[in-house]
């Protein structure tokens, strides 16, 4: 069986956290085929995550956003994935792009996820089950039931720095940090708007560190410049020389390398946060409209926090509720609530910063699940949650 595919192509065109959730499946598949030539094909812009993993033997690249998107570049495209000439292409990104790739790969076995119309030209089309088990879960079904894989090799998730990455990180650290200085990082923006704990709340957690001696390093994009600004407006110690902001300023390769020289990462369920996983740093993290089962970190040291509100998960990117029901996800898990699990974190794990334990084979994470009686007993009656 480990002779059947010789060229197999992997699709993920997603996201940075879906990204990272392949690359279990490409470890896995290594093992099980370590004779075969084995392509990843990825969103040009996230080429940091995944270039240089070293279960791949190439990574084909499409610029979803540039050169590539228009319709005579993607069927160009299409030639590209033909010419290679396939005999397995595994499809784990439902929409019409990725779809349509596998679809017209020319590749003597399709199988995966795949939009209607485009599943007439798969061999086997599989249901994303991320609703009900974690993703990387639902990608290993289709390797067992569609790929003929009979032993899986889960080695969490991996990510190798692009070269020069890690120095860039070390330099950027020493200049912003004295030596021995324990710093938590915050990512605080998220794609959907329900995924983001309020930034009031995470002003607050970040006080709260400062005054005890930490530091704070905030990440996230481009996108995340005016929630940073907002967020550190509302701090009592906003001109700390202890707060450093690198939201938009360092590539994904950089932010892998700070991140893992970092006590303890605070943040949304985001790409970042499996960045995050990946790096092996501890993690809190707080989840509202998510599916817990789908998306939790995937690391058994880590801590997830499950907003009580009943409608969770709703996977509606913008709250539908209005006045004080507003984001209740996110408000009914307050910054108190988030510091116990902070605390108890970093009593276990900041004297081991940059040498945590492997964690191979444990991925599991603990799911806080607080009521909602809980939850008001650490709300302050009076304060204003904005």
Excluded at 262 to 291: E, R
Excluded at 334 to 348: F, G, S, T
Aim: hydrophobic share 40%.
């Amino acid at each position: 069986m480990a002779d059947t595919y010789k060229n197999i192509l992997v699709i993920n065109l997603m996201h940075i956290g879906d990204l990272m959730l392949v690359t279990p499946v490409l470890r896995t598949l290594r093992s099980f085929y370590p004779k075969a030539r084995l392509t990843l094909l990825a969103d040009k812009k996230l080429r940091d995550l995944v270039e240089y993993n070293p279960h791949i033997d190439e990574c084909m690249l499409i610029d979803k956003k540039g050169k590539d998107d228009h319709l005579g570049a993607f069927i160009k495209f299409i030639g590209k994935v033909r010419a290679k000439k396939f005999d397995l292409v595994i499809n784990l990104h439902r929409n019409e792009r990725a779809s349509a790739l596998a679809a017209f790969s020319g590749a003597k076995r399709i199988v995966g996820y795949s939009k209607p119309g485009f599943s007439l030209f798969f061999d086997e089309v599989l249901p994303n089950k991320k609703a009900i088990m974690h993703q990387i879960h639902s990608h290993f079904e289709v390797l067992e039931k569609a790929c003929g894989v009979t032993r899986l090799d889960d080695g969490g998730l991996e990510m190798e720095l692009p070269p020069g990455a890690d120095d860039e990180a070390k330099k950027l650290w020493e200049k912003n940090f004295p030596k021995g200085k324990k710093v938590i990082a915050f990512n605080i923006g998220a794609s959907w708007e329900t995924k983001r704990w309020l930034d009031s709340y995470f002003a607050e957690c970040a006080d709260n560190l400062l005054d005890r001696g930490y530091a704070i390093a905030f990440y996230g994009g481009p996108m995340d410049e005016e929630i940073v600004r907002r967020c550190i407006s509302k701090m009592k110690h906003k001109d700390s020389e202890n707060i450093k902001i690198f939201t938009g300023k360092v590539s994904l390769g950089v932010l892998a390398g700070m991140l893992r020289r970092s006590a303890l990462f605070l943040t949304t369920d985001s790409g970042p946060m499996h960045v995050g996983v990946a790096m092996n740093v501890p993690i809190v993290t707080m989840f509202g409209a998510s599916p817990v089962p789908g998306f939790y970190p995937y690391d058994a040291k880590d801590i997830l926090i499950k907003t009580p509100e009943p409608c969770h998960p709703c996977g509606i990117h913008v709250c539908p509720k209005r006045g004080d029901d507003f984001m209740g996800c996110m408000k009914h898990m307050p910054p108190a609530l988030i510091m116990k699990y902070v605390d108890e974190l970093l009593a276990k794990y900041e004297n081991m910063t940059g040498r945590w334990p492997s964690h191979y084979g444990k991925y599991e994470c603990e799911v806080i699940e607080p009521t909602i009686n809980d939850v008001l007993s650490l709300m302050p009656k009076q304060k204003e949650i904005s």
